[in-house]
């Protein structure tokens, strides 16, 4: 019984980043769908909507990778 | 650490544990690996008790790099501001690239988010901020050098920094006493008032920890993706991998410069926004 620990850490650490990582990207593609119907329906915004869209892009992937920062203690540990 | 050192390992990678040679490549340690053969031990300091903590100051990989960051990004602007005293107005060349940014920095994030006056005070902050941290990311891409960045230690420094700013000058605006009430929005009802008071302070103390962690994670998921690709090449143990590794790390490489330079801009943009937010709160 002394691996089932370890054996269970790898499969949470797997799993998890697995999760995070659907997470991420169905939040991600929802902004990005967002700013191209904005950008489509007035052009001169553009540059604005691109800039809102990086910052919530990179706001999203913070947590997604604090996610993986917590996966990847797991599975070293 | 890239490429040309970790080739070299590959000898003394003994047992396949590529998680090791991973975590081994990514962290900080007390030897500088300068070329596949040379590396400079560096000096220990002892650690010593001060408060009941252990304070470990001796000189490790991560502090030379620093170093090296804050030298670069002193140099660069010394350099661009020769270019000023000789053109006398109008720089060309190198100085007018910095002064594309520093505008950028300037106009974009300092007077959007503070205002007028509060933006040109804390401009220097700012482009101390964005060009340190572009230079510390980017260094982890240079064959010799390693990303300060990826310590959480340094990034939780220039998160203090964001933070201890913040309660700073929000209580030389509006006193000891008023700036903690401004943190709770108007037009709440007097028995609410604790609870919104005590999820304020949390919420000021996880942002500023979102910051630290956002820009140490992005750091260093790049590193290991990249290293992850190369250790491909020893867990199947033949060569034949190795375009599509060298491939995808090529690819890899070029992301993690775009992701160096979003995450020092992100990194800037916020700390401007607490700043602002704490100076004049727009509830």
């Known amino acids: 019984m002394a691996n089932w620990a370890t054996a269970l850490a790898y499969l949470a650490a ?7 990582s ?11 769908a967002a700013a ?12 604005a909507i691109r800039t ?19 996966c990847f ?5 | ?8 390992t590959l000898s003394h990678a003994a047992d396949e544990n590529v998680g090791a040679w991973i975590q081994h490549h990514v962290q900080n340690s007390h030897v500088w690996h300068v070329f596949p053969g ?14 009941g903590m252990d304070i470990n100051l001796s000189i490790t990989n991560h502090v030379v790099m620093l170093w090296i960051a804050g030298i670069i990004v002193f140099f660069m602007f010394v350099f661009a501001l020769k270019s000023y005293k000789k053109y006398k107005m109008v720089p060309r060349g190198f100085a007018a690239f910095i002064e594309i940014l520093v505008l950028f920095v300037r106009d974009e994030i300092a007077i959007a988010n503070m205002g007028e006056e509060n933006g040109k005070k804390f401009t220097p902050l700012l482009i101390t901020f964005f060009f340190f941290i572009l230079i510390s990311n980017l260094m982890g891409l240079v064959p010799m050098f390693s990303t300060p960045t990826g310590n959480v230690n340094v ?17 030389k605006e509006h006193g000891l006493l008023g700036y903690y009430k401004s943190l709770v929005p108007p037009g709440v009802p007097l028995l609410l008032t604790p609870l919104m008071f005590i999820v304020e302070v949390m919420g000021l103390i996880a942002k500023h920890f979102a910051l630290t962690i956002r820009l140490f994670a992005n750091m260093i998921a790049g590193h290991i993706v990249l290293f992850a690709f190369l250790g491909l090449i020893i867990m199947f143990k033949s060569f034949l991998v190795s375009p599509i590794s060298v491939g995808f790390g090529v690819f890899d490489y070029f992301l993690e410069m775009l992701v160096a330079s979003i995450q020092a801009y992100i990194f800037t943009i916020l700390s401007a926004l607490f700043i602002g937010m704490s100076l004049n709160p727009e509830h």
């Not at chain 1, 797997?14 to 995070?20: H, I, P, R």
């Not at chain 2, 939780?156 to 929000?170: H, N, P, R, W």
């Open chain 1, 14 to 20: 797997g799993l998890g980043a697995g999760l995070v």
């Open chain 1, 22 to 32: 659907i997470g991420a990207g169905y939040g991600i593609g929802k902004i990005a």
């Open chain 1, 36 to 47: 191209s119907e904005g950008t489509a329906r007035q052009p001169e915004a553009g540059n």
């Open chain 1, 52 to 70: 809102t869209m990086i910052i919530a892009a990179a706001m999203i992937e913070g947590i997604a990778l604090f996610g993986v920062v917590v």
């Open chain 1, 73 to 77: 203690l797991l599975a070293v540990k």
């Open chain 2, 1 to 8: 650490m890239t490429t040309m050192s970790s080739v070299d």
């Open chain 2, 38 to 51: 040379v590396e400079i031990e560096l000096p220990h300091i002892h650690s010593f008790r001060f408060l």
């Open chain 2, 155 to 171: 990034t939780a420094g220039l998160a203090l920094i964001t933070f201890f700013s913040t309660q700073y000058f929000g209580i």
